[in-house]
Every structure is written in C-alpha cells, then in structure tokens.
C-alpha cells in the first residue's frame, strides 16, 4: 500500500496528531501492537522510538535521511570513501541526462523508502514510465500521523548513483547495525532480496541469534557468512551513529570494499513487531533515554 492510499486511509490520525501527537501515537500503537504506550516509563525498543518521534529533535536527522544531503554528513565525519559514485542530481526527472549514464545505474527519489529504479540496462527501459513514476514519487510525502518529522523536511531531489552488484549483477548482502548511543550492538543481515529474501540477526562476533525477528520472520537455515568487513563496519558505524541515541546504519561490500546504504532512526516507525517480548525490552535496554525533551 502506497503513501497516498494510506494518508486517505489515516485522514483522521493525520488530523489527531495536529491536534494532539501523544494521543494520535498512543493510540496508533494500540491499534497496531495491541499494547498500551508507556511514554512516561517507556521500557520496549518500540515504546523508545515513539518517544525518540515525540521529544528528540536532533536537529541533525532531516539532513541525514534525505539521500541526497546525507552524503555531506558522511564526509564531515571523516567516512568519504563510503559513499557510492555520484552521477547526476536534480529535480525535475526530464532534465535526466539519460544518454550520459552508464548502462548500469540507480535513480533514487530521495526523501523515500523503496523509492529506486533500478537499471542493468538503461537502453532498454521506457525513459517515459521512468520520468511519469519519478513525478509520481516526488510528490508523496510521509504519512504526518506516524510522528517521523525528519522526513521530508529538505526538498526532494533526484539522484542516480553507480550500480552496486556482484558479476551476476545481484544486490550486494545488505547489512544493517543498530547502534546505540555511538555504540553497535547487533546486525540484521538481508541477502537475495529480490530472488529468495534471507534475514538473520548476529551480535557483533557473528553469532547468529536464535528465535528472534523483527516484522518478518528469520530464517536460521541460511548460512550467512561473516564477512572481512565486519571490524571496518563496525568502525565506521560507531563514528556516524555517535550523535544519536538511536541509528541504525546500513552498508554494503562490493568488490571488498565498504558502501554506505542509509541512516534510518525510528525503524518501521515503531510499529514493527519485535518477537519475543524480551528481545524487544533488550533491545529497548539499549536506550537511555534522558529525563527532558531533547
């Protein structure tokens, strides 16, 4: 379901959070965990984030989930050479200069989720239905009633990037680190993403941990192997998570070399259900929250 059926879908949250954010949350969480919000003592990872959507306004996150305006707090924390080659920016999607791109490139919305064209063969793509979805694109905006402020708040652009993949031309392995406080603390690994999705967790020496998930479910059968990156990972997920008290921090390897993927700080919005109970109150152990609004 896309943005726009969901705001006609949410009317009436939308309008709820104008008037009242904590209510509109509260009763968000209800309807879509079936738990009552404790915003006074939060204790779960999910109770954490709806307060890190309510009072914490890093002034910092509206740069840093945008695609486009991220790439300059990657360089002003010293991590450059993660960043994918750039080659083109704008806004209007008929100024792509698609004659002067490679073959193989990835054109981006770049205030969105899941908002990627992916081409391993621009000659052969219909450069109309490309522009018409990209116009489409830039004018969904995130839904105002789930709290995530951050988002949207640059103008939206476009970007294509350099294609990222093996010689098969699949997606590298994605592998994303919850930091907290500066600190990383596990892996949610994704491979195969669009052929036969695997996922598992692992703490930070690789070990996979058993019967946990987070929205979908792991599969343990999957032999995920430890990558040579994992230290450099680790490395620069400590540096950009360090003014957060919550990021998650995605990469990938390509050619054995480190790519930064994204920054996302309120994962699923909160809303995702995280199995068993006490893997969503370690999680939100994690979280020292202070006693003000941020």
Known sequence: MNNHIKNIILTPFNLLYNISPVLCTKLLFRLKLGQKLNLKHPVTFNEKIQWIKLYDKNPLKPQCVDKYTVRKYIRKAGCGELLNELLWKGYHPK????????????????????????????????????????????????????????????????????????????????????????????????????????????DLDWNLIHNVSIKYPCDETAVIPRPEKLEEMLKYAKILSKPFIHVRVDFYIVDNKVYFGELTFTNGAGFDVVRPKEFDIKLGNYMHLPSHRI
């Open 95 to 202: 100024d792509i200069p698609f004659d002067k791109l490679p073959n193989k490139c990835v054109i981006k919305v770049t205030h969105g989720q899941g908002m990627n064209i992916i081409c391993k063969n621009l000659s052969k793509i219909d450069k109309n239905a490309v522009i018409k979805q990209l116009e489409k694109w830039l004018k969904e905006r995130y839904l105002p009633c789930y709290g995530e402020w951050f988002y949207g708040k640059v103008r939206p652009r476009i970007i294509v990037e350099k294609f990222l993949g093996d010689s098969n031309d699949e997606e590298p392995a994605d592998y994303k680190i919850f930091c907290f406080h500066g600190e990383p603390k596990l892996i949610d690994v994704h491979t195969q993403r669009f052929i036969n999705h695997k996922r598992n967790f692992y």
